[in-house]
């Protein structure tokens, strides 16, 4: 079988799984662009049809969707090319710009395509070729998408926080790799914690301090990881969001009342969880014995 001769020839296997990380990245790159306008698009139709009470008649729109249309360059709408779109090269062998117009190409691309690489090849080197190896792919890919979305639009879509917390209650279900009732527990804690926090939050200040897409992810992380590993996830999150909101308020100037996106912290202590959080959690326990 495939999967023996990986586990015989891990290097194979890890180099496999890196080629695949940055086709995945390309793919994700057009997720993280094109998912939110599709969402948009389709409230206004929904506003639309609420407000007329009724559905309005097909308008002349032209289709949008993952696969359509086809990708281009935003400054000359020239389409892109099969051998301009291998992830990595073709920026390096472009030098950064379009084919046809020399436009600047985002720094973004690359950057999501290497780094969907880099931790897919992680989570190769951590996991064995199996089932479990490509749950935690699915996983990772899913977070880094989650990532990209909030930081442009501070959202964490539905359409891909309920699939994974599906996804975590079903891999776990099938592999009993967390037991179930530890995920259904995770995933439960992991919403009302959060739930609870923003309606403390709320009900001091008057003010909302993060988004319900916030409570969806938490709770699809605590379904993936089970309860136990949720304060780890929290500690880690808010250390890094901590750490990174007061530098931005010190070296950018950042007042205290822009809002910074709290998903992408939770996206990547989940993802240190998945791979680290029970060695962390024997450290952490072994430092605070006597």
């Known amino acids: 079988m495939i999967v023996d001769w990986l586990l015989q020839h891990p290097a194979w296997w890890v180099g496999i799984v890196g080629v695949l990380g940055l086709v995945v990245g390309s793919f994700l790159n057009v997720v993280i662009l094109r998912l939110p306008?599709?969402?948009?698009?389709?409230?206004?139709?929904?506003?639309?049809?609420?407000?007329?009470?009724g559905e309005l008649p097909e308008e002349n729109v032209p289709?949008?969707?993952?696969?359509?249309?086809?990708?281009?360059?935003?400054?000359?709408?020239?389409?892109?090319?099969?051998?301009?779109?291998?992830?990595?090269?073709?920026?390096?062998?472009?030098?950064?710009?379009?084919?046809?117009?020399?436009?600047?190409?985002?720094?973004?691309y690359p950057l999501v395509e290497a780094a969907t690489a880099a931790i897919s090849v992680a989570v190769a080197l951590h996991v064995?070729?199996?089932?479990?190896?490509?749950a935690a792919l699915v996983f990772s890919w899913a977070l880094i998408a989650l990532?990209?979305?909030?930081?442009?639009?501070?959202?964490?879509?539905?359409?891909?926080?309920?699939?994974?917390?599906?996804?975590?209650?079903?891999f776990n279900l099938a592999t009993g790799t967390v037991p179930l009732a530890d995920?259904?527990?995770?995933?439960?804690?992991?919403y009302l914690l959060l739930w609870g926090v923003y309606w403390l939050f709320k009900l001091l200040t008057g003010k909302e301090g993060m988004g319900y897409g916030d409570f969806?992810?938490?709770?699809?992380?605590?379904?993936?990881?089970?309860?136990?590993?949720?304060?780890?996830?929290?500690?880690?999150?808010?250390?890094?969001?901590?750490?990174?909101?007061?530098?931005?308020?010190?070296?950018?100037?950042?007042?205290?009342?822009?809002?910074?996106?709290?998903?992408?912290?939770?996206?990547?202590?989940?993802?240190?969880?998945l791979l680290w959080g029970d060695p962390i959690i024997h450290y952490w326990f072994g430092m605070l014995q006597p």
Not at 128 to 134: M, Q, V
Not at 183 to 190: L, M
């Open 183 to 190: 995920a259904v527990a995770g995933a439960a804690a992991g």
């Open 37 to 53: 306008r599709m969402l948009e698009a389709q409230w206004q139709r929904d506003c639309r049809e609420l407000l007329a009470e």
């Open 147 to 170: 990532t990209g979305i909030d930081i442009d639009h501070q959202l964490l879509p539905d359409d891909i926080t309920l699939p994974l917390l599906w996804a975590g209650l079903l």
């Open 63 to 108: 289709a949008f969707s993952l696969a359509y249309p086809p990708s281009h360059c935003p400054a000359c709408s020239a389409p892109i090319r099969p051998w301009h779109n291998i992830p990595v090269l073709s920026y390096l062998a472009l030098r950064g710009r379009c084919a046809d117009c020399r436009a600047p190409i985002a720094l973004r």
């Open 216 to 273: 969806k992810l938490l709770a699809a992380l605590g379904a993936w990881l089970g309860w136990q590993l949720l304060p780890l996830v929290i500690l880690l999150s808010s250390l890094v969001g901590a750490v990174i909101g007061i530098a931005g308020m010190v070296l950018l100037g950042r007042g205290r009342d822009v809002p910074i996106p709290f998903g992408p912290y939770l996206a990547a202590a989940g993802w240190i969880a």
């Open 128 to 134: 064995a070729p199996g089932l479990a190896a490509a």
